[in-house]
Each structure stands twice: as C-alpha cells, then as structure tokens.
C-alpha cells in the first residue's frame, strides 16, 4: 500500500519560508517522478514542481527561483523549499508520484501566506 506522510504546510507571513516534506512508504521514489501540486480554493490544480528520477528538475513559471524541488533517497522523501512566499501561494500542496500509467497522491497539507 502506498502512502504519503506529508508535512511542513502552516501559517506564514509575506516574504517568509516554509519547507514541506512527502515521506513515502510503499514505492520507492527514485524511480518515480515526483510531483508538487496546489489547489487554491476555487481553482484547479496546478502542478508546481517536478523532480525526475533522473533528478531534473522544472517548476511553474510563478515559483521559480522561488521554490526548490529536491529528493533524499535514503530516507524516500521529497522536500519542498519555498522561500519568499507571496500571498498567492497560499493553497493545499499536494504530494504525487508518477510512473507509467501509476499515479499516486498524498492528503494534503495547507499552506497560508497572509499578514
């Protein structure tokens, strides 16, 4: 069974830093491509970032040089590093991995950057 323990979303001000992680059991990571989404309320999800099982890395136009995908194989983990968070990043970010016709999703963690 796959799951995802994620963690790290909370209360931010403009400007600050959050760091989320997706602790995965059940896959191994590596393999996987490992996505960020978000979902602010009344929107559609939208995909964040991207780390490859090769490592390369692509990100949103509206997070770069923002936000830092990375990847910590021994532990299975993937991080997400957002540094001067602006209050439209405020959402639930979401955890996925994707491989072949295999996708697979964490519960979710909010995120809020307001004053």
């Known amino acids: 069974q796959v799951q995802f323990a994620e963690s790290g979303g909370g209360l931010v001000q403009p400007g600050g830093s959050l760091r989320l992680s997706c602790a995965a059991s059940?896959?191994?990571?590596?393999?996987?491509?490992m996505n960020w989404y978000r979902q602010a309320p009344g929107k559609t999800r939208e995909l964040v970032a991207t780390?490859?099982?090769?490592?390369?890395?692509n990100y949103a136009d509206s997070v770069k040089g923002r936000f830092t995908i990375s990847r910590d194989n021994a532990k299975n983990t993937v991080y997400l590093q957002m540094n001067s968070l602006k209050p439209e990043d405020t959402a639930v970010y979401y955890c996925n991995a994707h491989r072949y016709d295999r996708d697979y999703w964490g519960q979710g963690t909010q995120v809020t950057v307001s004053s």
């Open positions: 780390i490859t099982s090769g490592g390369s890395t």
């Open positions: 059940g896959i191994i990571v590596s393999i996987y491509a």
